[in-house]
């Protein structure tokens, strides 16, 4: 059903307030309730248990009245019920004895009657043995009727225990998270610091390692090439040795210490003096030729 919002004018002094709200507070934690089931299981509660020496303390509470608007978020026949249950209590003749014997003024008159009713509600056995459901997320839900909910845990009181190992595994994963990417890197926090010291701590483990890291790429790459160029050049003075090999076989023998362009002039200089010589041979032979005829 579509629930809506509907505001319960309440006046009282601060005292009283402050008051009913804790009383409205305990008894949604223990039972489960919202604020609009809260007030009328109370009422129906004193309609059928009231008693005239309940507990009241009005004339404790006493002080500069103002107004308290209760906001109330429940569907239509919630509020049908609140309203019907506020008029029974008006004309209750045992909360009017009780009203009367502690001086309760017209104006908070109302309120104090809701302090009774919530007072006595919650000392009573009826929200003892109320049935209530803890959900996944830890709100706790207050169900008449079990049918069907066969996988729902239920319990009467407050798991107290149970939240307690809940918040300390909590505290453990943390722990774990923000202390193990630290720990992997040979580095521990302190236990005594907060989050904010460990992360920045991780930070500046991350940027040295960054650092690191571009360090050793640099070094490699500055490397790499300098051991290309030394193997370039041993190659090129083997293919040099090579084509220097080519004119030993013209007796000659070029020195191992000498470096390729000094090979290179002797090459060239063998080369001119074999052509030389070739061209003397050629010019005997026709000299012979011609003295021969």
């Known amino acids: 059903m579509a629930s809506f919002q509907q505001k319960l004018m309440l006046k009282g002094s601060d005292e009283s307030i402050d008051y009913f709200t804790k ?3 305990d008894v949604k934690d223990k039972a ?3 604020t609009a089931a809260a007030i009328v299981e109370a009422l129906e509660n004193w309609e059928t248990t009231g008693i005239p020496s309940a507990k009241c303390e009005a004339l404790e509470r006493q002080g500069k009245v103002r107004s308290l608007p209760l906001a109330l978020l429940c569907s239509a026949d919630v509020h049908v019920r609140v309203n019907s249950s506020m008029e029974r ?3 209750d003749n045992t909360m009017c004895l009780v009203m009367i014997r ?31 459901i803890t959900r996944s997320d830890g709100l706790r839900c207050a169900v008449k009727e079990l049918r069907g909910m066969s996988e729902v845990t239920i319990s009467s009181e407050k798991p107290k225990a149970e939240n307690k190992e809940c918040e300390i595994k909590k505290e453990q ?8 990417q630290s720990c992997g890197r040979e580095q521990s926090c302190p236990p005594t610091t907060s989050w904010r010291s460990r992360l920045v701590q991780d930070q ?9 890291e571009k360090k050793v790429v640099t070094g490699c790459t500055e490397e790499k090439p300098k051991a290309e160029n030394k193997e370039c050049e ?16 013209r007796e000659e023998k070029c020195p191992p210490t000498t470096s390729w ?5 002797q090459d060239q200089e063998i080369e001119k003096t074999m052509i030389k010589a070739e061209k003397k041979v050629v010019i005997e032979k026709k000299e012979r030729r011609r003295g021969s005829k």
Do not use: P
């Not at 994963?173 to 193990?180: C, V």
């Not at 500046?204 to 690191?212: L, N, Q, V």
């Not at 041993?234 to 076989?249: P, R, V």
């Open 23 to 25: 009383v409205l507070k």
């Open 32 to 34: 489960g309730f919202s």
């Open 89 to 91: 209590i008006k004309r």
């Open 102 to 132: 502690n001086k309760a003024g017209k104006e908070e008159w109302l309120l104090e009657a809701l302090i009774v009713t919530m007072e006595f509600f919650l000392n009573s056995s009826t929200l003892e043995n109320t049935n209530v």
């Open 173 to 180: 994963n943390i722990s774990q998270i923000s202390r193990g």
């Open 204 to 212: 500046e483990i991350e940027k040295t390692m960054i650092k690191a």
């Open 234 to 249: 041993n190659k090129k003075e083997q293919n040099i040795s090579q084509i220097s090999g080519q004119s030993c076989g």
């Open 261 to 265: 362009r000094s090979r290179l002039v």
